[in-house]
């Protein structure tokens, strides 16, 4: 059974960092491309950044590069997402998620709230 | 960036009627990768239909899709009352991936 599970959010101030977790298990992590997807409270679902499957290939959104960092441990099966330089327009769920023909697996979300 | 547009916001339907949702691209999706996700509160959204018209593992048959290019279509042939939700359409073709601004389905 595939399982993700996200962890690392939490109450920020504007400026501040993160580092969200996503440790992953019941497929094979190290050959699978992995997102991170947010949605803000009450609005929409937005994509945020994926990596490739050994770590080397990475996209973002443009809204968070330079401000966030996609990163993987295949030796822990864990996707990271470092934040910072973080924004009220920040403030959201953030979903892992994986799939090979559109997204079939997600977490269940770590909240993120930026605020002063 | 392809923007994706779907209409109608909301749609208001009573169970057992049919529900057409579209999803309209600003420009053509690569290899029709283009995702329909249905979203009920408080939970992670659930992967309905990919590459525009096959159905995920465990969907009804009740759904469907259809399209290609820039034009994609969701359909429900008939309303469950668990069908009441958001649904999102997602392309995957190309980078940044993008998704649509989401329709609510409600009962009417």
């Known amino acids: 059974e595939v399982q993700l599970l996200e962890s690392g959010g939490g109450l920020v101030q504007p400026g501040g960092s993160l580092r969200l977790s996503c440790a992953a298990s019941g497929f094979t992590f190290s050959s699978s491309a992995m997102s991170w997807v947010r949605q803000a409270p009450g609005k929409g679902l937005e994509w945020v950044s994926a990596?490739?499957?050994?770590?080397?290939?990475?996209y973002y959104t443009d809204s968070v590069r330079g401000r966030f960092t996609i990163s993987r441990d295949n030796s822990k099966n864990t996707l990271y997402l470092q934040v910072n330089s973080l924004r009220a327009e920040d403030t959201a769920i953030y979903y892992c998620?994986?799939?090979?023909?559109?997204?079939?697996?997600w977490g269940q979300g770590a909240l993120v709230t930026v605020s002063s | 960036e392809i923007v994706l547009t779907q209409s109608p916001g909301t749609l208001s339907l009573s169970p057992g009627e049919r529900a057409t949702l579209s999803c309209r691209a600003s420009q053509s999706v690569s290899s029709n990768y283009l995702a329909w996700y249905q979203q009920k509160p408080g939970q992670a959204p659930r992967l309905l239909i990919y590459?525009?018209?096959s159905r995920a593992t465990g969907i009804p048959d009740r759904f469907s899709g259809s399209g290609s290019g820039t034009d994609f279509t969701l359909t429900i042939s008939r309303l469950e009352p668990e069908d009441f939700a958001v649904y999102y359409c997602h392309q995957y073709g190309s980078s940044p991936r993008t998704f649509g601004q989401g329709t609510k389905v409600e009962i009417k």
């Open positions: 990596i490739g499957g050994s770590g080397s290939t990475t």
């Open positions: 998620a994986v799939g090979f023909g559109g997204y079939s697996y």
């Open positions: 590459a525009a018209s």
